[in-house]
């Protein structure tokens, strides 16, 4: 398997534009989850799905923030309108079945977001 | 998830065992110690997790003490590949991920030539 794969790997956009990150879970896998990491804040959990339903999206910084998973393959990460202090990088992860034991999350190589 | 305490940075010479302290007090019955790393410009990655027996797998060594309030991650011999920060958490077991992962800040694992 290749792993989780993020789209597009880098991205810079000017402010109050939509950006769209992508993300293909690993197959088989059925919690999938969005993280964003910056300098000051570090690693933290956005959202996450079971089996294509959000489940949690306290972590969701505002309303410019949304995400969605029409299927098992593929979710999405969508901010509308961009502003600069949303420069981080996005990881996508995601980890298989509850009932599987010793399960971990798997990571994809993220996706740096530069607004200007 | 429940709070845990780790030394910000630590140096290590290459071929010699790394050791990464963390303490988490106030584990609870039910949670486990989690340990995953990130090396620069990559994603986290998942080393190991237990319990309260001690665990060992093909990348390293997770030792818990007796009343769990704190552990220690050994990579038994360190190479400069293993620089990076490395996230001690504890979480109660839900089949690895499905409910998140809370980071702390890390340990940034430094291994010098």
């Known amino acids: 398997d290749a792993g989780v794969i993020q789209s597009p790997r880098h991205e810079v956009t000017e402010m109050g534009q939509e950006v769209t990150l992508r993300c293909k879970p690993i197959s088989g896998h059925n919690s999938l989850f969005w993280y964003r990491q910056t300098m000051m804040r570090g690693l933290e959990l956005l959202i996450y799905?079971?089996?294509?339903?959000?489940?949690?999206d306290s972590g969701m910084p505002e309303d410019r923030f949304s995400a969605k998973m029409p299927n098992a393959s593929f979710s999405t990460l969508k901010i509308q309108p961009s502003e600069p202090r949303d420069s981080a990088v996005y990881f996508c992860?995601?980890?298989?079945?509850?009932?599987?034991?010793?399960?971990?999350?798997?990571f994809g190589q993220g996706t740096r977001l530069t607004v200007v | 998830d429940a709070k845990t305490t780790q030394p910000t940075s630590m140096d290590c010479a290459e071929g010699r065992a790394a050791n990464l302290p963390c303490n988490h007090s106030t584990i609870s019955g039910n949670e486990y110690v989690y340990w995953y790393r990130q090396i620069h410009s990559q994603g986290p990655q998942y080393i190991i997790h237990?319990?309260?027996n001690n665990e060992t797998n093909e990348m390293a060594s997770l030792i818990i003490t007796e009343d769990r309030k704190s552990s220690t991650l050994i990579l038994p011999h360190a190479t400069l590949r293993d620089t990076a920060v490395y996230y001690c958490i504890v979480r109660p077991r839900s089949g690895g991920g499905a409910d998140g992962l809370t980071f702390g800040k890390g340990t940034h694992l430094i291994i010098q030539p």
């Open positions: 237990g319990l309260k």
């Open positions: 799905f079971n089996n294509n339903v959000p489940i949690d």
């Open positions: 992860a995601s980890s298989a079945p509850r009932q599987i034991l010793d399960t971990e999350a798997f």
